[in-house]
């Protein structure tokens, strides 16, 4: 698997799935999430719905994921997934790190080859950067996948550095 890294906006990459940092609810949010849905148009959001009225009533758990069509968007999936909320005095990396082995295991189930991601929890959930950087990067080598093409999309240059630094500590 190559890991390529992408400084930018994650709603116009193009590739067979881009994952959504989602909340619990499916119903939209703000950052990556309202990207998503803005660009991909309202099919996304009727898809989530489809999704609370079945399998996720109570919505979809931290750390777990689901796909949906992808609408407008330049992919034919999106795969959504909900990261934990920081916390400073628990440790919920194991959290974290479930995001992208589950996304991944979608991916493998669709036959996404290709996909793209976000700095899970590193915006309204507030995981530091550098900790989320080397949870996603130590976690997706580590996964079983059948992904080729993965990308890590951050959304600024101070995010793109800190994710640079730790492909490159971590060897790759
Ligand atoms: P979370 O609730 O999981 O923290 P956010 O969407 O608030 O999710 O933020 C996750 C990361 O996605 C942040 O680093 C934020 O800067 C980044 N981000 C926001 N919009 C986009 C976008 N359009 N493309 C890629 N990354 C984005």
Same mark, same amino acid.
Request: proline share 4%; aromatic share 6%; glycine share 8%.
């Given at each position: 698997?190559?890991?390529?890294?992408?400084q930018? /906006? *994650?709603?116009? @990459?193009? &590739? /067979?799935?881009?994952?959504n940092a989602a909340n619990s609810s499916l119903l939209g949010g703000g950052g990556v999430d309202g990207a998503i849905h803005r660009r991909g148009g309202p099919v *996304?959001?009727?898809?989530? $719905? +489809?999704? $609370?009225?079945?399998?996720?009533? +109570?919505?979809? =758990?931290?750390? @777990?994921? &689901? #796909?949906?069509?992808?609408?407008?968007? =330049?992919? $034919?999936?999106?795969?959504?997934?909900?990261? =934990?909320v920081f916390s400073a005095t628990e440790n919920r990396s194991h959290?974290?790190?479930?995001?992208?082995? +589950?996304? %991944? $295991?979608?991916?493998? +189930? %669709?036959?996404?080859?290709? &996909? #793209?991601? =976000?700095?899970?929890?590193?915006?309204?959930?507030r995981w530091p950067v550098d900790d989320a950087a080397r949870i996603a990067i130590g976690t997706v080598r580590a996964a079983p996948t059948r992904v080729t093409d993965l990308r890590l999309v951050l959304f600024t240059a101070d995010a793109y550095d800190v994710f640079e630094r730790t492909l490159e500590t971590e060897g790759a």
């Open positions: 698997m190559r890991i390529t890294l992408v930018g /906006d *994650i709603t116009v @990459q193009h &590739v /067979d799935a881009v994952v *996304i959001l009727a898809a989530c $719905r +489809e999704l $609370r009225a079945s399998h996720y009533g +109570e919505g979809l =758990p931290t750390g @777990q994921a &689901v #796909a949906t069509v992808a609408g407008e968007l =330049p992919a $034919r999936w999106v795969i959504h997934t909900v990261g =934990p959290l974290l790190a479930s995001c992208y082995r +589950e996304s %991944l $295991r979608v991916a493998d +189930e %669709l036959g996404a080859t290709s &996909v #793209a991601f =976000p700095a899970i929890s590193t915006g309204v959930y």
